[in-house]
């Protein structure tokens, strides 16, 4: 076999591929290749169960790599054949298999069916010379450690009874893929509620840096919790108003009364008709800049200043919305995978201020974040009465549902909304509302990696005031509602395919207000059969109003109240506001390739 020369940043070499047969590899900037060198070894074989090799050629990119080892000194096997020519196979393996140094390939591969599941691959190369095998490996994994994206040291919490009670087991499955590839990991596994929370508020700022990134294994709520208590402690940003500033205004101009359910929304100039509302909401709040540093103010005890820790999330919960929407799969080697390659991009969060917990409390505002997604009544019920079923495991969610829907409670609110005034001349970024919402599916662009619409802007790493001279007017809608939901993002999952809002976007600074009106039980069954099926339009109904939105208040005017929903977490309020922080949180994923 010819040893290996190196020329320039590009290497080829003669090697054995196990389970294939002889190869040429070939190293560019980009990543490996290889060629059959006997064609008869390689025709209709598969290659490690990729599956057939029609052009006896095949690649892996640098990026997808995340470990190369060496395998020492040991056999290599020849390629494998059909069931045909099992005898003649057999016979050909105990010729051709023989000894050699090796070193191992780990990357990943996916399926035209399945593009976002990663499965990992391997790929074994076989050289007689030890030098030219060591020098093979070292050139790669001086590549790898030359990507500074990809993590180091990693914290990753452990929610042992998330979801189905998996998630030591998922930890320990995806842990060694961490181990092979040589990424450092401080584990801690949670004995209570709220434990994360503590540990992520209290811990000081020269130990969080020490780490590259922060993994949660659990659920939405988990994950939530874990991002609570690393923003409530650091992060200070202007507040959006508080309703019950509006809601004075609004009453003093004696409009207290509640109409009809069906009537439309009522658009108000703010400048006229509320004039309380502070000037701060009419600010983008872009977090996202170039290198990922902060632009928010801080607090001076726990500055939050400096790169922002990314945030990892390896699927155990029970719904699991947050990963299918940023990697496109429920699946934890894929995301341990997106964590080790250093995938990157940044997710827009939603500050969620309660002013008031109750009709007589005082006016109190407490703080919470939300990845996802936000709701009130048929949302924050089911939450609220599947917390007695925690024991059902993620079933809890559809026995408690029917519960629920068969209930059939509305709830009598007053929402406002802000519009911002450039939002209605791009299509991409108009309000709508029912009957006007009239893009078809094949107009709407869907959130995928590299999305072309959450990297808009993003270059500009001062725009978190970039708005600011933007025109924006609220407006109000009054009524009974069998639920209210913020979405983030489309909050895609097992029994919603296509999300709550299908075009939702991860990082373009926008929430989506759904407002259920009330109406009867058949037409919200239709509303929810069209939410649980790919392709539905569950927005496209007379009782649904949709906004796409910045910022919104909530005020429970009625005698009965629900609960919000946060995440899947409770969250009681009565007065309630909430604005979107674009690109608030860097992940560790790519976005799906949807
Ligand atoms: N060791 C623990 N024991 C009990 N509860 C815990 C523990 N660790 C975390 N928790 C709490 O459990 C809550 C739910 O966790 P998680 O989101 O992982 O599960 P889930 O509800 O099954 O999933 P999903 O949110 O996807 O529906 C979190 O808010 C968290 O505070």
């Not at 190293?27 to 060629?35: A, F, I, T, V």
């Not at 593009?115 to 490996?137: E, R, V």
């Not at 820790?309 to 155990?316: K, S, T, V, W």
């Not at 009524?479 to 299908?502: C, H, K, T, Y």
Request: contains cysteine; glycine residues 8%.
């Amino acid at each position: 076999m010819d040893g290996s020369n190196c020329e320039l940043s590009v290497m080829s070499g003669c090697f054995y591929l196990d389970h294939v047969g002889d190869v040429l590899l070939t190293r560019n900037q980009h990543g490996l290749s290889w060629k059959c060198l006997d064609s008869s070894d390689c025709e209709g074989t598969t290659c490690l169960g990729i599956g057939s090799w029609e052009n006896t050629e095949t690649e892996i990119k640098l990026s997808d790599i995340y470990a190369v080892e060496f395998d020492s000194y040991g056999l290599v096997h020849s390629p494998k054949s059909g069931l045909g020519h099992a005898k003649e196979c057999f016979r050909k393996r105990l010729l051709t298999t023989q000894q050699m140094y090796r070193f191992t390939v780990h990357g990943f591969q996916t399926s035209p069916k399945e593009p976002c599941l990663w499965k990992l691959a391997a790929f074994t190369f076989g050289h007689m010379d030890l030098q030219t095998c060591q020098s093979w490996m070292d050139q790669l994994n001086y590549t790898l450690i030359k990507d500074v994206e990809r993590p180091r040291n990693l914290l990753v919490f452990v929610h042992p009874k998330s979801g189905k009670a998996s998630g030591l087991k998922i930890w320990e499955t995806v842990s060694k893929i961490f181990i092979r590839a040589k990424v450092n990991t401080k584990v801690l596994v949670t004995e209570r509620a709220g434990h994360a929370f503590d540990v992520m508020a209290s811990i000081q700022n020269k130990e969080l840096h020490s780490y590259d990134g922060i993994i949660a294994v659990g659920g939405d709520g988990f994950f939530n919790e874990v991002l609570n208590g690393y923003l409530l402690s650091r992060l200070k940003v202007p507040l959006p108003p508080s309703p019950s500033d509006s809601f004075t205004t609004v009453q003093s101009r004696g409009s207290s009364s509640v109409p009809e359910s069906g009537d439309g929304v009522h658009e108000s100039d703010q400048k006229e008709h509320f004039p309380l509302l502070h000037d701060s909401v009419q600010e983008v709040m872009n977090f996202r800049t170039v290198n990922g540093s902060c632009q928010g103010t801080e607090d001076p005890d726990h500055p939050f200043s400096g790169e922002r820790p990314r945030f990892g999330l390896i699927p155990a919960g029970s719904t699991d919305a947050i990963v299918i929407c940023t990697t496109g799969a429920r699946d934890p080697v894929t995301s341990a995978l997106h964590i080790i390659l250093g995938r990157k991009l940044f997710l827009d969060a939603m500050q969620v201020v309660r002013w008031k917990t109750t009709p007589t409390s005082a006016i109190e505002p407490f703080i919470r974040y939300a990845a996802s997604f936000a709701g009130y009544g048929f949302y924050g019920d089911v939450i609220s009465e599947s917390e007695k079923y925690r024991w059902m495991g993620p079933k809890r969610y559809d026995y408690v549902g029917t519960k629920v829907f068969l209930k059939h409670r509305s709830y009598e609110a007053e929402v406002m909304f802000e519009e911002a005034e450039n939002a209605k001349a791009s299509p991409l970024t108009r309000s709508k509302t029912w009957p006007f919402r009239s893009t078809t599916r094949s107009e709407k662009i869907l959130c995928r990696a590299k999305c072309s619409v959450c990297s808009s802007k993003a270059e500009d790493g001062n725009s978190i005031r970039a708005s600011c001279q933007e025109k924006t007017r609220w407006c109000r809608t009054r009524g009974r509602f069998l639920s209210i939901g913020a979405a983030v993002m489309s909050n895609r999952n097992e029994r919603a395919p296509d999300g709550l809002v299908v075009d939702a976007h991860l990082s373009d600074g926008f929430l989506h207000l759904i407002l259920i009106k009330d109406c009867s039980r058949p037409k919200y069954l239709w509303h929810l059969t069209e939410l649980a099926k790919k392709g539905g339009e569950p927005l496209n109904f007379e009782f649904v109003e949709y906004h796409k939105t910045r910022a919104f208040t909530f005020t429970s005017i009625g005698e009965a109240e629900s609960v919000w929903n946060l995440d899947g977490e409770i969250f009681e309020a009565h007065h309630l506001s909430a604005q979107v922080l674009r690109g608030l949180i860097p992940l560790f994923a790519s976005g799906p390739e949807v």
